[in-house]
């Protein structure tokens, strides 16, 4: 049966365009290598962020200050940030009442090369990533390498990658959402950043995540087209 839903979801996608959330592969060799939706790139002078309905990419607010994302940036399909993730961010960070940021897991690649434009899909190894807490939310980073990327493609670990584009990344991460000087009233914090074994952990616990909310949603959608499709013959029928 699953077989038959995967055959039939993939039909449906040469058809329609696919939701880059729901209707795209995470990839046949995850976590290892990723697929990876990109809605920002370095030369964006606004954040765009994936419409959760549509799949649309919409404007989720002008950059605030000069400082831009010095990677691509996006997300895994088929992840979502809830109690296993929060759970793991806890353990890690030895904070208490953090819950998941209910969000497909963030993810920024690393390449060499000038990217124009978001909207699109990239193989991404991950390499690490920076537990980021925003006001209570677990909302983990991950750094990858596009993959076959001249530069950064042969990277394992993100104690690989250059200290200044590590110090870079956290600066953008901690003041995107507003700069303030008092440390006290700082909403986002970055409790550490980790290497590939935890990378791998979070990605495969957003998979888990994922299943337990959105799992069931391919068999509910070939139920619902099964359910339309009767009524639509019966009615044939009668007529």
């Not at 996608?13 to 920002?40: C, L």
């Not at 765009?48 to 996006?74: C, H, W």
């Not at 299943?211 to 639509?232: D, L, V």
Request: glycine share 8%; proline share 4%; aromatic share 8%.
């Amino acid at each position: 049966m699953h077989k038959e839903l995967q055959d039939l979801w993939k039909k449906i996608g040469m058809r329609y365009k696919s939701h880059p959330w729901h209707g795209v592969s995470i990839g046949d060799n995850a976590p290892q290598i990723v697929t990876a939706f990109i809605e920002v790139v370095p030369s964006d002078t606004v954040k765009y962020e994936v419409d959760k309905e549509t799949g649309y990419l919409t404007i989720d607010r002008p950059q605030k200050f000069s400082n831009i994302m010095p990677a691509l940036y996006g997300f895994v399909p088929r992840t979502y940030c809830a109690d296993n993730i929060a759970q793991f961010c806890m353990s890690r960070s030895k904070k208490e009442g953090i819950v998941g940021d209910e969000d497909p897991l963030d993810i920024c690649v690393l390449t060499e090369k000038e990217v124009t434009h978001g909207d699109i899909l990239v193989e991404a190894i991950p390499i690490g990533g920076f537990r980021m807490i925003d006001k209570g939310e677990a909302d983990d980073k991950i750094l990858a390498v596009l993959k076959g990327d001249s530069v950064y493609g042969n990277m394992n670990d993100i104690s690989e990658v250059p200290q200044g584009v590590i110090d870079r990344l956290h600066h953008y991460f901690l003041t995107y959402k507003g700069i303030t000087e008092d440390e006290s009233k700082r909403k986002v914090e970055i409790t550490d950043i980790y290497g590939k074994e935890d990378a791998i952990e979070v990605i495969s616990r957003a998979r888990m995540d994922y299943q337990n909310s959105y799992g069931t949603i391919e068999k509910e959608m070939a139920i619902e087209a099964a359910n339309a499709f009767n009524k639509m013959r019966k009615k044939a029928e009668q007529e």
